[in-house]
């Protein structure tokens, strides 16, 4: 079975311009799960989706982060503009939802942004 | 506002050396506790999970306990290897409202186990 996907793996961008990360969960998984990790700083949760539900945004930074999950599936989160402060390593994780209990959960391996 | 702290920050140790990793949590209503691996330039691999009714778990020569009421849990490694060596994140999910299954992460210990 395949695992938490992420694409891309690195991505080194301007100040200002607009990049797009993508997250493909485990086949099945309802739940998924965007994550931030900035330089020196620990793993912040950053917005959760049931199926194509936005069920917690509350860690989104601000506006210029939209993200989304068209047909419960894949994910996508968009930058746009960005910002020095957007580096670091984004992740997607996500788990099965077995009536309302919330799993393990599973973590891809990243995507490396890099604003100039 | 759950804040989960992670002691020691790094630990260099002989091969062979059995190994506690400290994490401590602030808000002791949590769903679940998770320890990750995470390898270097690599994504995080989920070694542990204990709901917050249990008091441990184990596989192969990890142990985690769980002390949900003074906010605590332990990663025990037995007989350390090479391989071992990599950083070590706790994290807990909150059993509060909307908020319910995010993750909130320590900083991690990092682990070096020496031939």
């Known amino acids: 079975e395949a695992g938490v996907t992420q694409f891309p793996s690195h991505s080194v961008i301007e100040k200002g311009q607009t990049v797009t990360l993508r997250c493909d969960p485990i086949s099945g998984h309802d739940n998924l799960y965007w994550y931030r990790r900035v330089m020196g700083k620990e793993i912040k949760f950053l917005l959760h989706?049931?199926?194509?539900?936005?069920?917690?945004e509350s860690g989104m930074p601000n506006n210029r982060f939209l993200a989304e999950r068209t047909g419960g599936t894949y994910s996508t989160l968009k930058v746009q503009p960005a910002e020095l402060e957007d580096s670091g390593v984004y992740f997607c994780a996500s788990s099965q939802d077995s009536g309302g209990f919330y799993n393990e959960q599973f973590f891809g391996p990243g995507t490396r942004l890099t604003v100039l | 506002k759950q804040e989960v702290t992670q002691i020691p920050a790094a630990l260099s140790v002989p091969e062979g050396e059995n190994l506690v990793l400290n994490c401590s949590f602030t808000d002791s209503a949590i769903y679940n506790l998770q320890w990750f691996r995470q390898d270097p330039g690599k994504g995080l691999t989920s070694l542990l999970l204990?709901?917050?009714?249990?008091r441990e778990q184990t596989s192969g020569r990890l142990n985690a306990s769980l002390d949900k009421s003074s906010g605590r849990s332990t990663l025990y490694i037995a007989a350390s290897q090479p391989g071992d060596s990599a950083t070590y994140l706790c994290a807990v999910s909150t059993d509060r409202g909307s908020t319910l299954g995010r993750l909130y992460f320590g900083r991690g210990t990092q682990l070096t186990v020496w031939p």
């Open positions: 989706f049931v199926k194509e539900s936005k069920q917690d």
């Open positions: 204990i709901q917050s009714s249990q």
